[in-house]
């Protein structure tokens, strides 16, 4: 047994070709070991690149657009709603009905923000909605394709149950005459 990680101890090395061995496979196994770390360090490198490109392709593009459309106007109406824009857009109006404006101004943009988010949720929905609509249509076609391929097997079933009586009933009438 070992104690030097599978090299025998200093010790028991007699010559200096062995010495000179042992030296190359210790710096053979120094490469290897780099050469193991860099080749680990590009498969995970490669692994988050895959893992990024799945991400990007998973989500559509539009998606990824309304997502950033949505974080622009929630960042508007959160600026809008801070109180110093408030207090400086009433400052800055020299009207009687400053205030009124920025309220307005922040009210119609709240409403803005709300209808898109609404529109872009009933437009997830539909999306969905169409996706069953066409499983539904896939499933009747299919089911209308089976019944029509069980009705033309029973016709032809009953026409040749209808062929072979009328054989027997040839046969026995001659049989029996």
Same mark, same amino acid.
């Given at each position: 047994?070992?104690?030097?990680?599978?090299?025998? +101890? +200093?010790?028991?090395?007699?010559?200096?070709?062995?010495?000179?061995?042992?030296?190359? *496979?210790?710096?053979?196994?120094?490469?290897?070991?780099?050469?193991?770390?860099?080749?680990?360090?590009?498969?995970?490198?490669?692994?988050t690149?895959?893992?990024?490109?799945?991400?990007?392709?998973?989500? +559509?593009?539009?998606?990824?657009? =309304?997502?950033?459309?949505?974080?622009?106007?929630?960042?508007?109406? !959160?600026?809008?709603?801070?109180?110093?824009?408030?207090?400086? *857009?009433?400052?800055?109006?020299?009207?009687?009905?400053?205030?009124h404006? *920025?309220?307005?101004?922040? =009210?119609?943009?709240?409403?803005?923000?709300?209808?898109?988010?609404?529109? !872009?949720?009933?437009?997830?929905?539909?999306?969905?909605?169409?996706?069953?609509?066409?499983?539904?249509?896939?499933?009747?076609?299919?089911?209308?394709?089976?019944?029509?391929?069980?009705?033309?097997?029973?016709?032809?079933?009953?026409?040749?149950?209808?062929?072979?009586?009328?054989?027997?009933?040839?046969?026995?009438?001659?049989?029996?005459?």
């Open positions: 047994m070992t104690l030097n990680h599978g090299f025998p +101890p +200093p010790e028991s090395i007699g010559s200096s070709e062995e010495k000179t061995s042992e030296c190359e *496979a210790t710096a053979d196994e120094n490469c290897l070991r780099t050469e193991l770390r860099a080749m680990r360090s590009l498969v995970s490198d490669l692994k690149q895959i893992a990024d490109m799945r991400q990007t392709q998973s989500t +559509p593009s539009t998606e990824q657009k =309304l997502r950033k459309v949505h974080k622009v106007f929630y960042c508007s109406t !959160s600026w809008l709603y801070s109180k110093e824009r408030m207090d400086s *857009a009433a400052k800055s109006h020299s009207r009687a009905g400053g205030e404006m *920025a309220d307005f101004v922040v =009210l119609v943009t709240y409403r803005t923000v709300y209808h898109f988010t609404m529109l !872009s949720g009933m437009d997830t929905r539909i999306g969905r909605l169409e996706k069953q609509l066409e499983v539904a249509l896939n499933s009747i076609y299919t089911l209308v394709q089976l019944t029509t391929g069980m009705n033309n097997n029973v016709t032809r079933f009953r026409e040749d149950a209808v062929d072979q009586l009328k054989g027997i009933r040839a046969h026995l009438d001659s049989v029996s005459v």
